[in-house]
Every structure is written in C-alpha cells, then in structure tokens.
C-alpha cells in the first residue's frame, strides 16, 4: 500500500468557469489557471503522485507548457492510470475535500466522483468527495479562491 496527499488552490475570478472534479458549474465567477484550473482534480492528481513518490502535476504538466494551456484536467489524470499500473498498484481509495464559500457544491458531487473514477480507471465507491465551507473565513471565506484537499491510498 502507498499513502499521499494533495492539495491545491485556485484564484476565483470573473471570465472564467468553474469547473470541479469535471463538472462545469453555473457560477458568477470561475477559476484561474493555465489549465481548466480544476482544484479538486489537482489535488487529487498530487495525492497520486504523492503516493506514487513521483513528485507533483507541475512537474509532469509544467504550466510553463503550452501544451497544458486549457487543458482538460481530467485527461491530465487519466494519464497517471498507466503510471500506476507501472507500478502494480490502482486506486484503493481516495478521499478529497473540496472548500468553498459559493455556490452550494452538494448537487455536483455525485457527478464529480462518476468522473474522477471513469479517469482514474477505478469504480465510484473508491472516490469520496466532500465540500465544506470556512465559515466565511480567510480566502475561501472571502471568495478569493477555492481550495482542494485529497488522500489517496494505492494497492
Ligand atoms: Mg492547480
């Protein structure tokens, strides 16, 4: 068994979408980023390389790349599926936490673990995703940013 951890955060601003665990969500501002800025698939990427000892998405992505301008996160992480069979190891779980004052997320949440276990290869009941807000504190209280935790156990 491998452990690793994630975790990522994204400036929300206007002209953007908002997209979280590849659900494309109606909101009055979206996130920033070379890529879609997905935060959820980021830190849940970063919990499988952590696990996998390989690093970050930065360094496999560099958003230096144009390659990765708007790409699909969640085609960034089907890519590591072949990594972690190169292993001999899948996803044994993953539990990721997203946090957001706005809008409520709880509607989107089935979608987004249907989603992260078709590109990761594995079956919904491995992906649990929470959302929580902050009690309006700090950036994601503010409306700043949204931000992502995830663990991630491989087998
Ligand atoms: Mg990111």
Do not use: W
Request: glycine share 12%.
């Amino acid at each position: 068994m491998r452990i690793g951890h994630g975790y990522d955060v994204h400036r929300l601003v206007e002209g953007r979408r908002l997209i979280l665990g590849g659900v494309d969500i109606p909101h009055n501002v979206g996130l920033l980023g070379h890529s879609d800025a997905d935060v959820l698939t980021h830190a849940v990427m970063d919990a499988i390389l952590g696990a996998l000892g390989m690093g970050d998405i930065g360094h496999l992505f560099p958003d230096t790349d144009p390659a990765y301008a708007g790409a699909d996160s969640l085609g960034l992480a089907a890519r590591l599926v072949p990594l972690m069979q190169n292993h001999g190891l899948s996803i044994g779980n993953v539990d990721a936490t997203i946090i957001a004052q706005a809008p409520k997320l709880a509607p989107h949440l089935p979608q987004m673990k249907e989603n992260l276990a078709r590109a990761l290869g594995t079956e919904p009941s491995r992906i649990n995703i929470k959302a929580t807000t902050e009690e309006k504190l700090g950036f994601t209280g503010e409306k700043l940013g949204i931000a992502a935790h995830a663990v991630c156990l491989l087998i």
